[in-house]
C-alpha cells in the first residue's frame, strides 16, 4: 500500500538554526510532491510543490529537495524564527485524480 | 487570491442531529472539490471528491448515506453528516483546486470545522 512517512516525533530548535524535516513514501511514483503548513485549529497552507525534474527549490527561508531514488523529500528552513512554529506536511497526489495524501506531519517548535 | 471559506467553524449538537458545512471558493472555481477529516494527533484522510454536477466519489469505508455531499455550483459543495453520533466527532476540512490549471497545482484550503457531538 501506499505510505508517506515522516518524523512523527515533535523537532524542537533553537531559532536562528535551520530545521530540517524528512518526508520518505512507498509504493508511488509521483511526478511532484507538496509541503504544507499546518497550524493548530486551521486548515493546511501550501507552501511548496517540486516535480520529480527539480532536485531543488527555494522560497525565501524555503528550500525542498526531492529524490526520486531514495524516495525521500527534505524540507529546510533556515534562520528559523519562533513564528515558523508549527506542523508541516507532505503531500502526495493520490491514486490518478488530484486528491492528495498526506504524511502525520512533523511538529516543529522554534524556541527563542 | 485562491481563498476557500468553511463554515462553521465550530458546532457542538446533540447526538441523531444532522450537520450541514458548507465550503465556498470565494475567489476562483473549482469544479472539483475535496472533503477530508483529521483526528487528534493523525493526518488528513480522504472522504470524498465532490464534482459540481455529478456525484461524489467516496473513499473506501465512507458512508455516503452518512456523508451527503452537493456540489451544485461552481463555488459551493457542501457536507452533511446526518444523524451524527459520538463516533463522528471529528476536524472535516475542506479544499479546492483552481479549473483550468495542470494538475500539478496546490489545493487551497478552508479553515475547517470543529465537529463535536455530544
Known amino acids: 500500500s501506499q505510505k508517506i512517512e515522516q518524523n512523527s516525533e515533535a523537532l524542537n530548535i533553537q531559532e536562528g538554526k535551520t530545521a530540517t524535516l524528512t518526508c520518505n513514501y512507498t509504493?508511488?511514483?509521483?511526478?511532484?510532491l507538496q509541503w504544507y503548513r499546518q497550524d493548530p485549529g486551521r486548515g493546511p497552507v501550501f507552501l511548496l510543490l517540486?516535480?520529480?525534474?527539480?532536485k531543488e527549490k527555494r522560497k525565501e527561508r524555503l528550500k525542498v529537495t526531492f529524490d526520486t531514488t531514495l524516495k525521500q523529500s527534505l524540507f529546510h528552513i533556515t534562520a528559523s524564527q519562533p513564528a515558523d512554529s508549527a506542523t508541516y506536511l507532505c503531500?502526495?497526489?493520490?491514486?490518478?485524480?488530484?486528491?492528495?495524501?498526506f504524511g502525520k506531519g512533523t511538529s516543529l517548535l522554534v524556541t527563542p | 487570491g485562491a481563498v476557500v471559506s468553511q463554515h462553521p467553524s465550530w458546532v457542538i449538537c446533540k447526538s441523531g442531529t444532522s450537520v450541514k458545512i458548507e465550503c465556498r471558493s470565494l475567489?476562483?472555481?473549482?469544479?472539483?472539490m475535496f472533503w477530508y477529516r483529521q483526528f487528534p494527533k493523525q493526518s488528513l484522510m480522504l472522504m470524498a471528491t465532490?464534482?459540481?454536477?455529478?456525484?461524489?466519489?467516496?473513499e473506501q469505508g465512507v458512508e455516503k448515506d452518512k456523508f451527503l455531499i452537493n456540489h451544485a455550483s461552481l463555488t459551493l459543495s457542501t457536507l452533511t453528516v446526518t444523524s451524527a453520533h459520538p463516533e463522528d466527532s471529528s476536524f472535516y476540512i475542506c479544499?479546492?483546486?483552481?479549473?483550468?490549471?495542470?494538475?500539478?497545482?496546490?489545493?487551497?484550503f478552508g479553515d475547517g470545522t470543529r465537529l463535536s457531538i455530544l
Open positions: 479544499s479546492a483546486r483552481k479549473d483550468g490549471l495542470f494538475s500539478n497545482q496546490p489545493q487551497h
Open positions: 509504493n508511488y511514483s509521483p511526478a511532484y
Open positions: 517540486i516535480r520529480e525534474n527539480e
Open positions: 503531500a502526495l497526489v493520490q491514486g490518478s485524480g488530484y486528491a492528495l495524501n
Open positions: 475567489d476562483f472555481q473549482a469544479t472539483t
Open positions: 465532490s464534482n459540481e454536477g455529478s456525484k461524489a466519489t467516496y
